[in-house]
C-alpha cells in the first residue's frame, strides 16, 4: 500500500484483446503492465543515483534484468550512464570517483494508447552542484507477440558549457543491461554473424543480443545515431552484462547549443536468438 506522500494512479487503454496499463506511484517509479503482468518498471525514485528500467521482464512476466548486485551496485537493470562527463563518474555509485546523479525532473509525457505505452521524461545530470548536461528520455513500450520491446531514445545537451562524453577504460558506457544470474555465462549472436564473445565484444554492429537459460535480450543500434554502426560491449565471466557503446573507441565533445542523440531499440524474449528474424526486425524498426 502507498504512503500517505505517495499517490499512485493508472492510464489505461484496452484494444486488441489487451488491457494496457502505466501505473504511477508518485514520486518513484511507473510500472508498464500488460494484462495484470508487469512488462518493466520505469524508477526514478530520488534516492538513486540515476533513473533506470527494472525490471524488464519477458511477456510472461519474469524479470532478466539485476538492480544494484553486491558485485557492481551500480548495475541498475537496464540504464543510460556514463563514467567520463567532463571528468565526472555518472556511472559508478561507490566506487573512488568524482560521482555526479542523473536526476529526474518532471514527467512531459506518460500515456497508454494504441497498445503503446509512452514515457517521457527531463532528467538533469548534476555534479558537484552543478549541472552538466539536460537530457529528454524517451521510452516507447510495446508488447509484441516475440517479446516486449522498448524504444529508447537519450537526448542529451550541454547545460551551459562545453562537455565530452567519454569511456576512457571504461568502455562499456551507453546504454547498458545487468542480467538475472541465471543468465550468466551466456551466448552472443550479432548482425555480422558473430557468436564468440571474444569477437564480439567491441565489433561494430547494427544489433547485439546475448542469451542464456532460455532468454535473450537484443540491442539495436538506429542508422540515425551518430556513428552507426556502433560497437557493443558483451561480456558472460563472472557475470553477463552488454552494451550499446557509441563511445567504445573516442570520445563525442558537445559545445553549448549542441545536441546529441542516440536510439536503440530493445527487445526481451525467449528462446534463442535467430539471425533472420532479428535482421527483419531491425530492417521494420529502422524505417520508424
Given amino acids: 500500500m502507498p504512503t500517505r506522500r505517495e499517490l499512485i494512479y493508472t492510464l489505461t487503454f484496452a484494444g486488441r484483446g489487451q488491457l494496457l496499463h502505466l501505473d504511477h506511484t508518485k514520486g518513484r517509479k511507473v510500472a508498464v503492465v500488460i494484462n495484470g503482468k508487469t512488462l518493466l518498471e520505469y524508477r526514478y525514485t530520488p534516492d538513486r543515483p540515476k533513473s533506470y528500467i527494472h525490471p524488464l521482464c519477458l511477456p510472461d512476466g519474469k524479470p532478466v534484468t539485476l538492480d544494484a548486485p553486491k558485485d557492481h551496485v551500480h548495475h541498475r537493470g537496464l540504464m543510460v550512464a556514463w563514467s567520463e562527463v567532463n571528468g565526472i563518474d555518472f556511472w559508478g555509485e561507490v566506487n573512488p570517483a568524482r560521482h555526479g546523479q542523473i536526476v529526474h525532473q518532471r514527467f512531459e509525457r506518460l500515456k497508454a494508447a494504441a497498445a503503446t ?10 555534479a558537484e552542484g552543478k549541472l552538466l ?20 531514445i537519450t537526448e542529451l545537451k550541454p547545460a551551459k558549457d562545453p562537455v565530452t562524453l567519454a569511456a576512457g577504460q571504461h568502455v ?3 546504454l547498458g ?9 551466456g551466448r552472443v549472436l550479432n548482425s555480422n554473424g558473430t557468436a564468440t564473445i571474444e569477437k564480439s565484444n567491441g565489433e561494430a554492429a547494427r544489433w547485439c543480443a546475448y542469451t542464456a537459460a532460455g532468454a535473450s535480450i537484443a540491442f539495436f543500434d538506429h542508422p540515425a545515431n551518430p556513428r552507426h554502426p556502433n560497437a557493443f560491449f558483451v561480456m558472460n565471466k563472472a557475470f553477463g552484462y552488454m552494451s550499446a557503446a557509441p563511445t567504445f573507441r573516442e570520445p563525442f565533445d558537445l559545445a553549448p547549443g549542441q545536441f546529441i542523440r542516440f536510439r536503440w531499440g530493445v527487445l526481451a524474449f525467449a528462446g534463442d536468438p535467430r539471425k533472420e528474424s532479428l535482421d527483419h526486425r531491425f530492417e521494420a524498426w529502422s524505417k520508424l
Wanted: no cysteine; net charge negative; aromatic share 10%.
Fill in 172 to 174: 562499456y558506457n551507453g
Fill in 177 to 185: 543491461v545487468r542480467v538475472i544470474p541465471e543468465m550468466d555465462g
Fill in 117 to 126: 505505452a509512452d514515457i517521457v521524461s527531463i532528467n538533469h545530470w548534476i
Fill in 133 to 152: 548536461l539536460i537530457e529528454r528520455r524517451t521510452l516507447r513500450v510495446v508488447p509484441a507477440d516475440d517479446g516486449t520491446w522498448v524504444d529508447w
